[in-house]
């Protein structure tokens, strides 16, 4: 009995800060409270009427997309070369590129620094691209693998033997057979790219700026509800994009073992 509550108690005590950051957002108030002090939803119309706040907003899903875009493929190649063909070592190549989880974000980000300025992209957006495609391909990977360890071999054979060209058996057989993997890829990359801030804040610059880092911003400078509201639009999007990937793929692609 006691474990019971202690159980619901911590399930319902994890939401609780999303709830009252969601509830402050409605506040008619200038500053942040809760509870709050009257409904409005004056600062959800300050925020998609601000062209600052929408330009960072298209940067971000911007990066994102090109990110994600650019580590499924990738993630898809390397996952090709281990499964399929067997590459020597696989197992160490693997591990490779799943470093980008061990290290600490606030190193990737110090290293970086150093990185980018060696090459000149510090500040830039081309920089944070290439960042945020180290960052997400051990996201894109595990899918992607995964999927292809599922996938019967002896349907490539068997569209071989009918005489099917390779590029042929690459699109209608191969293809089709991991996507559920790709497309759980693609959109993991995608959120994680949208919601990263730890190693993104180290590279920012006065040309280029995402989303969630304007949020860290605001929230240092500042009090404005305009923060909640901004916080509880990401929630509800990632919550959506999240609901989508379980209800047309299902989640299990990323998180069952290989």
């Known amino acids: 009995m006691t474990s019971r ?4 108690a911590v399930l319902l005590f994890l939401p609780l800060p999303i709830v009252i950051v969601v509830l402050s957002s409605f506040t008619s108030a200038g500053y942040l409270s809760f509870p709050i002090e009257g409904v409005s939803l004056r600062w959800y119309a300050e925020f998609l009427g601000s062209a600052d706040w929408l330009k960072v907003l298209g940067t971000s899903a911007l990066l994102a997309l090109i990110g994600a875009l650019v580590s499924t493929g990738a993630s898809f190649a390397a996952a090709w070369a281990v499964v399929r063909h067997g590459v020597p070592l696989g197992g ?7 470093t980008p989880l061990i290290f600490p974000h606030a190193a990737i980000g110090v290293i970086m620094i150093v990185t980018l300025a060696g090459l000149g992209w510090l500040g830039t957006f081309t920089g944070l691209v290439l960042v945020h495609c180290i ?3 051990p996201y894109a990977y595990r899918p992607v693998a995964a999927a292809l360890r599922k996938a019967d071999p002896a349907l490539e054979e ?3 033997s009918l005489g099917a060209r390779p590029w042929r058996i690459f699109w209608l057989v191969s293809l ?3 996507r559920p993997g790709l497309v759980t890829s693609l959109l993991f990359s995608f959120i994680i790219s949208f919601d990263e801030v730890t ?3 180290f590279l920012v610059g006065p040309f280029v700026m995402t989303l969630p880092v304007q949020v860290f911003s605001e929230v240092l400078e500042s009090a404005s509800p305009i923060i909640a509201a901004v916080s509880a639009a990401l929630v509800l999007f990632t919550s959506l994009m999240v609901f989508v990937l379980d ?3 299902g989640i299990q692609f990323f998180v069952e073992r290989d």
């Open 135 to 137: 960052l997400t391909i």
């Open 158 to 160: 068997a569209a071989a």
């Open 247 to 249: 209800r047309v793929i």
């Open 5 to 8: 509550i202690v159980a619901w």
């Open 92 to 98: 160490s190549y693997e591990t490779l590129l799943l």
């Open 176 to 178: 089709p057979a991991v």
């Open 199 to 201: 190693v993104t804040m």
